[in-house]
C-alpha cells in the first residue's frame, strides 16, 4: 500500500474512532462506579438526532452537541434513576434504553423530515492548524481534525488523571470496586452513581453528535449501527482505562476505515468479510480482555446499606 | 492520670440500654456498658451472640430500636460511619472495609481529598502514623497485596488517623498467626497509655488475658457479665459464654442438655449406644494447605484419615481454615497443596473432583454459610429438598424430574425434623434461619451418605432442636457414615466426635481420640497455644 | 452474619410511581407532539391490532418467531443468561435450513420438513454456541458478543445471498423459492398464518416440560436463583450457560426457518430484524414462564402491527412502538419495585 493510502486510512481512522472513544470514556466512568449501561446505543441514537435538529435550528454545530449533551445527561439519568435508586437489573433497564433511544429519534427525525427533505447540516469542519495541516503525513493524521476530537483525546487524558490521581477518581474507584469501603469512608455511594450514570449519558450523547455532525452530516434511522455496543467492548478490551480506551477506539475506527478501502482494493473478496472486521475485532476483544483483576468488582450491583 | 480525674470525666462511652430487632429475632436485648480513657474492655460471646450488631451500632452502620448513646457526656444519634468517625469512634470491622486496588496512601485519601493527591505528602503522613503507632507499613503498596495482619494494620492506622477517642476492634486476633497477634496487643497497650479507650470484640479467651483489663460477655443479645478482668478464671468466661451463667457445674448440666445426654423432654436418657468401632478409611487428606479467599495461608499440612462410622470433630476458632478444608472435601475448591482422597472413587484424575461426582459417590455437606451455598430463597421447600439430588440424576423417572415422590419426601422432612413451614411450596427465603437449616440437614441426610460433611450444623438452633440434629448426626454415624463435624463448640464436640483435630494458628493438631484429651487440652489448642 | 434490617422502602415505592407517570405523559406527550390525541391513537392502535380480522392475523403471524425467540430467551434470562443475539441466530438457522434444501430433495415431504427445521435449528444453535462457549470458556460477557454476532449474522446473510446461496438468475440477492414440499402450509386460508403457529405452540409445550420437569431445567433454574448453591448441588455452571445460548440459538433458528418455509419462501436480505430485543420483552413480562410466553407474544405482536395501522391512518410515526416498548420495560420494572417486599432478602 502507498503512502498516501496509509495516511488517508489513518485520518479516518481517527475521525471513525471519535464516536466510539466518547461513548467509551464515558462508560468507562460509568463501570468504574460500577454502573453498567448496555443502552449506550440508545442514547447515542438520541445525541445523534437532537445535534442535527438543533444544529441546523441554531445553525451552529456547537448547538448540536450541547442539546445531545443534554439528552444524553438525561437519558443516563433515566438509567440511573432504575439501577441506582430503584436498584433494578442494570442490563434489562440499559435493553429498554436501546429500545427508547431507537424510538424517540426514529420517532422525532419522522416528524421533522416530514415536511420535506432536511436543508444542509451546519456540521463540524475540520480544523485548519496552518503549518501543522500542512505537514506530511502528520498534517492529515494527527492536525487536521474537526475541533471536537482534540476535546475528545483531551477528555481522555483528563480522565486518565483524575481517575488515578485525585480524590473525586479514588471515590468513583471506590464506589465501584467496594461500595461498603466507601460508605465506610464516608461518600454517597448512590449520588457518586448518578453522577457517573449522567456523565456516561452526556459522553454517549457526544459520540452520537459526532457521529452525525463531524463523520458523517445528517442523521439516518439506527445510524449508530452498533457503535454503542463496540463502545462497551472498548471498555472491556481496554481493561477500564481511559488511555487505553483511545489506542481500543482508534484499532476500532482504522479497522473500519481499512475495511472500506480494503473492500475496492480486493474485489474478489466478498465485501460483507470486510464489513463484520470491527465486530470480530470487538469479540476478539471480549474474550481477551474478560476475567482480568481489572473488572470494577461491584460492577451491575447495587448497593444497599447493612 | 489521677483518680479523681477518671470521676470528673465523662464515659468515652456509655451505652444505656440499647436494643436491636431484626424481625422477630432480638439481636441485642437492653444492653448498657461504660468505657472510659485508657479502658481495654473485652466484649465476649459465641457467634451470634450479639457482638457484631453492638459494633454496628456504635459504628454508625445500624440504628437502634430502642437505648441510647452517649459520647463523652452528650447523647448521640449515630447516622452514619462519618457520624461515628466525627465523634471520635473508630471501627476496624472484621471484614475489612479496604479497596483492593488502592494503594496504602490511596486508602488514607478516600473520602478525605476530593482534588489533586498530593502523593509524597499522603506517603509522609502514613509513615508518620505509623511510627507513632509503631507499626509497620508500606504507603506504596497494593492492599490486594498484603496479607491480613497487614491490611489490619491499615485499618487500624486509618482509624487512628482521625483522632479517636475510642478504638473499636471487632475479632482482630481471629485471623492473625499468634506473632502478629502479639504484635497487635502490644499496639493496643500503646494507645491504652495514651489514654484512648478499647472496646476488644473476641471470642478468644486468650485475648482477653493477655491485654483486657475488663470482660463483657454477651449471651443471646444480653448482656450475662460485665467484670474486671483480674479475678476472673477462664472457665467462668466460658462457662458465661456458653451459657450465660458464670456456674461451671451448671454450664455443663446445660451443654449435657444440648448435647442430648439428657431428652429435652425431662425422660430418661438413652443409654449412649455403645457404637461399633471405626470402620476403614473413606476419605484421606493428605498435606494438605488451604488458602483463605484473600490467598492468606489458612492452615499448612493438615492430614487425616476419615473413617466410616466415627464422627471426627474439626474444632477452632472460626477462620483457621475450616470452611476452607470443608469446601475442598466437598469438592467446590482445590487445596492449594497436597491431595484429598476418596476411597469411593474410581478415579484419580483430579479434574473429577466436582461437587457433583462427589455428591454422586454418596458425599453430603452442610455448609457454615447456609444462605450463600445451600438453598435458592426464592424456590420452594421442594425445589430445595431436591438440590442435592436432582442436579445428580436422582428423583428422575422416565426422564423428568419425579416432583410427586420429592413431595413427598419433602413432607416427611417436614414433619421429621419439625420444619415450621406452610407447606412445600413455601420459598424457603421466608423461613427462619434455624428452619433453612433443618431443612439443608434433612436432605443432606436424606439420601444414604457415605460420607457427611458438616459445618457448625447446629449453630444458630434451639436446644431442643440442636438435641434432635445431634441425635440424627449419631445415628448416621451408626449406620456406618464418616462424619465430618466442624464446630467451635466444646460441649457440642465432646457430646458427639470420637476423635477431634483443632486447626489453630496455621496448623492441625491431631487426630486425637477424644477418650485420649480434656477439654481444657483442646481449649488450650484452640487458642493457639 | 446478621439478621436483615427491616428497612422502609417508601422513598424507593414513591420514586417507582413518579416513574411510572412519566412515562405515561411521555408516550401521551409524544403524540401530542404529532398533533393526534392519545386516547384515540390508543384506540386505534388496540383496533389496528386486534380487532380487525386482518390486524390480527398479521399480530399472529408477527407473534410466531416472537414467541419461538422468547421461549428462548426466556431459558436463558432463567439461568441468569442474557441472550440478545435472538436475530442473529434467527438469520444464521434461516441460512442453514435454505442450505441443506439440495440434500433434501427426494424425501417424503413430512420427514423433508422436519429435516429443514433440524437444520434450521442446528444453524441457530451453533451462533449461539458460539457465545455460550465464548463466556463458559473466557468469560466474555454474552450480551456484547451476542449482540456483535447479530452484526455478524446479517452481514453472513448478505453474502450468501449473493453468492452461494443465491438464486440461479443471479439477479437480485435472494436465494431461490422453497419447493413447495418444503413450505410449511397455510393454518387459515386468507391470511398468511401458517403452520408455523403449530410449531410455536409445540415449542411452548416442549419448553414448558423442559424447564418444569427435566433435570436440565431443573439446573437452569437453579443456577438463576442462586449460582453458588446450584454448583454446591452439583449442576456445572459452564455448561448452563452454554446449554441455554445453544437452546435460545436453536428455538431461534426455528423461528427463522419458519419465517423463511412458512411466510417469506425464500431467504433475502433483512427478512426478518427487531425480534431479538423485543423477544426479551416478550419473555421478561411473561415473567420468563414459557406457557405466559405466547401470550406476551401476541401482546408485542399486536402492538407492532397496531402501530402500523396509527403510523398509515395518521401523523404518528412508526418507531412510537420502540418507545412503547421501552415504557412498558421500564413499567414492568418500576412496578417490580412497587411489589418488592420490604423482607428478609
Known amino acids: ?306 | 492520670m489521677t483518680p479523681t480525674a477518671t470521676r470528673v470525666e465523662p464515659p468515652v462511652l456509655a451505652l444505656s440500654g440499647l436494643t436491636r430487632r431484626y424481625g422477630d429475632v432480638v439481636a441485642v436485648d437492653a444492653l448498657s456498658l461504660t468505657l472510659r480513657r485508657g479502658e481495654v474492655v473485652a466484649l465476649l460471646g459465641e457467634n451470634g451472640a450479639g457482638k457484631s450488631t453492638v459494633v454496628n451500632m456504635v459504628a454508625g452502620m445500624t440504628q437502634p430500636d430502642a437505648g441510647t448513646i452517649t459520647i463523652r457526656g452528650e447523647p448521640r444519634r449515630l447516622t452514619s460511619a462519618r457520624a461515628a468517625l466525627g465523634a471520635g469512634i473508630g471501627v476496624v470491622h472484621q471484614h475489612y472495609a479496604l479497596v483492593s486496588s488502592f494503594t496504602v496512601a490511596e486508602s488514607f485519601a478516600l473520602g478525605e481529598v476530593a482534588g489533586r493527591l498530593d502523593r509524597p505528602a499522603l506517603a509522609a503522613r502514613v509513615r508518620g502514623l505509623a511510627a507513632e503507632a509503631g507499626l509497620s507499613v508500606d504507603p506504596g503498596a497494593m492492599i490486594g497485596s498484603l496479607d491480613v495482619a497487614g491490611q489490619q494494620r491499615v485499618e487500624i492506622l486509618k482509624a487512628l488517623a482521625r483522632d479517636i477517642d475510642l478504638l473499636v476492634l471487632d475479632e482482630p486476633a481471629a485471623v492473625l498467626t499468634p506473632d502478629d497477634a502479639e504484635r497487635l496487643f502490644a499496639m493496643v497497650r500503646r494507645l491504652r497509655d495514651r489514654g484512648v479507650a478499647v472496646l476488644l470484640i473476641t471470642h478468644r479467651l486468650a485475648d482477653v488475658f493477655s491485654v483486657c483489663d475488663r470482660a463483657a460477655v454477651m449471651h443471646r443479645g444480653r448482656l450475662v457479665a460485665d467484670r474486671p478482668v483480674a479475678g476472673l478464671t477462664a472457665a467462668e468466661l466460658v462457662s458465661l459464654m456458653i451459657a450465660g451463667v458464670p456456674d461451671a457445674a451448671a454450664a455443663a448440666a446445660l451443654a449435657r442438655t444440648a448435647t442430648g445426654d439428657l431428652s429435652p423432654d425431662g425422660h430418661a436418657p438413652a443409654p449412649p449406644a455403645p457404637h461399633a468401632p471405626a470402620g476403614p478409611a473413606v476419605m484421606r487428606v493428605r498435606d494438605v494447605t488451604l488458602r483463605r479467599a484473600n490467598g492468606s495461608v489458612a492452615v499448612a499440612g493438615v492430614g487425616f484419615d476419615l473413617h466410616a462410622g466415627e464422627i471426627l470433630a474439626v474444632a477452632g476458632v472460626d477462620g483457621n481454615g475450616q470452611t476452607e478444608l470443608v469446601r475442598c472435601m466437598a469438592g467446590l475448591e482445590r487445596p492449594a497443596a497436597g491431595r484429598i482422597t476418596l476411597e469411593a472413587a474410581t478415579s484419580d484424575d483430579p479434574s473429577g473432583w466436582t461437587p457433583g461426582h462427589l455428591r454422586a459417590l454418596g458425599v453430603a455437606h452442610v455448609p457454615d454459610d447456609r444462605r450463600r451455598h445451600a438453598i435458592a430463597p426464592g424456590l420452594g421447600l421442594l425445589d430445595n429438598f431436591l438440590l442435592s439430588h436432582v442436579p445428580i440424576g436422582r428423583y428422575l423417572r422416565r426422564g423428568l424430574v419425579d416432583r410427586v415422590q420429592g413431595r413427598a419426601d419433602t413432607e416427611a422432612a417436614i414433619a421429621a425434623f419439625g420444619i415450621r413451614a406452610t407447606g412445600p411450596d413455601q420459598p424457603v427465603g421466608r423461613l427462619s434461619g434455624g428452619n433453612q437449616q433443618k431443612l439443608v440437614l434433612a436432605r443432606e441426610l436424606s439420601a444414604q451418605p457415605r460420607v457427611v460433611l458438616a459445618a457448625h450444623p447446629s449453630r444458630g438452633l434451639d436446644i431442643r432442636t440442636i438435641a434432635f440434629v445431634q441425635d440424627r448426626l449419631r445415628a448416621e454415624r451408626d449406620r456406618g457414615a464418616a462424619i465430618l463435624l466442624v464446630s467451635a463448640d466444646m460441649g457440642e464436640i465432646e457430646g458427639l466426635a470420637d476423635r477431634v483435630i483443632v486447626l489453630a494458628g496455621g496448623t492441625a493438631r491431631g487426630p486425637v481420640p477424644l477418650a485420649q484429651t480434656t477439654r481444657a487440652e483442646v481449649g488450650a489448642w484452640m487458642a493457639g497455644h | ?345
Open chain 3, 1 to 345: 452474619m446478621d439478621g436483615r434490617t427491616l428497612t422502609p422502602r417508601r422513598p424507593e415505592a414513591r420514586l417507582a410511581l413518579v416513574v411510572l407517570a412519566a412515562g405515561v405523559a411521555l408516550l401521551a406527550g409524544l403524540i401530542w407532539l404529532a398533533g393526534e390525541n392519545a386516547l384515540r391513537a390508543l384506540v386505534a392502535l388496540v383496533q389496528g391490532g386486534f380487532l380487525t380480522p386482518s390486524g390480527l392475523a398479521d399480530t399472529v403471524v408477527r407473534a410466531i418467531p416472537l414467541c419461538l425467540i422468547g421461549l428462548g430467551v426466556a431459558c436463558a434470562f432463567r439461568a441468569g443468561v442474557f441472550n440478545i443475539g435472538g436475530d442473529g441466530q434467527l438469520l444464521i438457522g434461516a441460512c442453514a435450513a435454505v442450505a441443506v434444501v439440495p440434500l433434501l430433495a427426494g424425501l417424503p415431504a413430512p420427514l423433508a420438513l422436519a429435516g429443514l427445521m433440524l437444520a434450521g435449528m442446528a444453524g441457530g444453535a451453533a451462533w449461539g454456541l458460539v457465545a455460550g462457549v465464548l463466556k463458559a470458556r473466557f468469560g466474555a460477557n454474552e450480551i456484547i458478543a451476542t449482540i456483535m454476532l447479530n452484526y455478524i449474522a446479517v452481514q453472513v446473510l448478505s453474502w450468501l445471498v449473493r453468492g452461494p446461496l443465491q438464486e440461479p438468475a443471479g439477479v437480485f440477492p435472494r436465494s431461490a423459492r422453497l419447493p413447495g414440499e418444503l413450505r410449511l402450509p397455510v393454518l387459515i386460508d386468507g391470511t398468511r398464518i401458517s403452520a408455523g403457529l403449530v410449531v410455536a405452540l409445540v415449542a411452548v409445550g416442549v419448553v414448558w416440560i423442559l424447564l418444569a420437569r427435566s433435570r436440565w431445567g431443573y439446573g437452569v433454574t437453579l443456577t438463576g436463583q442462586n449460582a453458588e448453591a446450584a454448583r454446591y448441588g452439583g449442576v456445572r455452571p459452564g455448561w448452563v450457560a452454554i446449554s441455554v445460548l445453544a437452546a435460545g440459538g436453536a428455538l431461534a433458528g426455528l423461528a427463522g426457518t419458519v419465517e423463511v418455509a412458512g411466510l417469506h419462501g425464500r431467504l433475502q436480505e433483512g427478512f426478518a430484524t427487531g425480534f431479538g430485543i423485543t423477544a426479551i420483552a416478550v419473555a421478561l413480562l411473561a415473567r420468563l414462564n414459557p406457557l405466559w410466553v405466547p401470550v406476551t407474544a401476541m401482546g408485542f405482536a399486536g402492538l407492532y402491527v397496531g402501530s402500523g395501522t396509527v403510523a398509515r391512518a395518521t401523523a404518528v410515526p412508526f418507531p412510537l412502538v420502540n418507545v412503547i416498548e421501552a415504557v412498558v420495560i421500564l413499567g414492568f420494572l418500576a412496578l417490580g419495585v412497587l411489589r418488592r417486599r420490604p423482607a428478609l432478602e
Open chain 1, 1 to 306: 500500500m502507498d503512502w498516501i493510502v496509509i495516511t488517508g486510512l489513518l485520518a479516518s481512522g481517527v475521525r471513525f474512532a471519535m464516536p466510539i472513544l466518547f461513548a467509551a470514556l464515558g462508560e468507562t466512568v460509568g463501570q468504574r462506579a460500577g454502573v453498567l449501561n448496555v443502552g449506550l446505543e440508545g442514547i447515542m441514537l438520541v445525541g445523534a438526532f437532537l445535534a442535527v435538529v438543533v444544529a441546523m435550528q441554531t445553525g451552529t454545530p456547537w448547538g448540536g452537541l450541547a442539546a445531545a449533551i443534554a439528552g444524553g445527561t438525561a437519558m443516563g439519568l433515566l438509567h440511573g434513576v432504575f439501577c441506582v435508586r430503584l436498584k433494578v437489573d442494570q442490563i434489562v433497564a440499559g435493553i429498554a434504553l436501546i429500545l427508547l433511544g431507537l424510538g424517540l429519534s426514529g420517532f422525532g427525525y419522522r416528524l421533522v423530515t416530514a415536511g420535506g427533505a432536511p436543508g444542509q447540516v451546519p456540521g463540524f469542519q475540520r480544523l485548519n492548524l496552518g503549518p501543522l495541516s500542512d505537514l506530511p503525513f502528520l498534517g492529515p493524521v494527527l492536525f487536521s481534525h474537526p475541533a471536537p476530537v482534540y476535546l475528545g483525546l483531551a477528555c481522555a487524558v483528563a480522565l486518565a488523571w483524575g481517575l488515578s490521581r485525585t480524590g473525586i477518581g479514588l471515590g468513583i474507584r471506590a464506589v465501584g470496586e467496594n461500595p461498603k469501603a466507601a460508605d465506610a469512608a464516608g461518600i454517597d455511594v448512590d449520588r457518586v452513581r448518578m453522577a457517573a450514570c449522567a456523565f456516561g449519558g452526556a459522553m454517549a450523547g457526544v459520540g452520537g453528535a459526532f457521529l452525525s455532525t463531524a463523520q458523517l452530516a445528517g442523521f439516518v434511522e439506527n445510524m449508530v449501527s452498533g457503535r454503542g455496543f463496540i463502545a462497551i467492548a472498548c471498555v472491556v478490551f481496554a481493561r477500564w482505562n481511559p488511555l487505553g480506551a483511545v489506542a481500543v477506539a482508534l484499532a476500532f475506527g482504522i479497522a473500519e476505515a481499512a475495511q472500506i478501502r480494503l473492500q475496492t482494493l480486493y474485489p474478489g473478496v466478498p465485501y460483507q468479510a470486510f464489513v463484520l472486521l470491527p465486530y470480530v475485532l470487538a469479540l476478539v476483544g471480549l474474550v481477551s480482555a474478560a476475567r482480568t483483576v481489572h473488572l470494577p468488582s461491584a460492577l451491575a450491583r447495587p448497593y444497599r446499606k447493612d
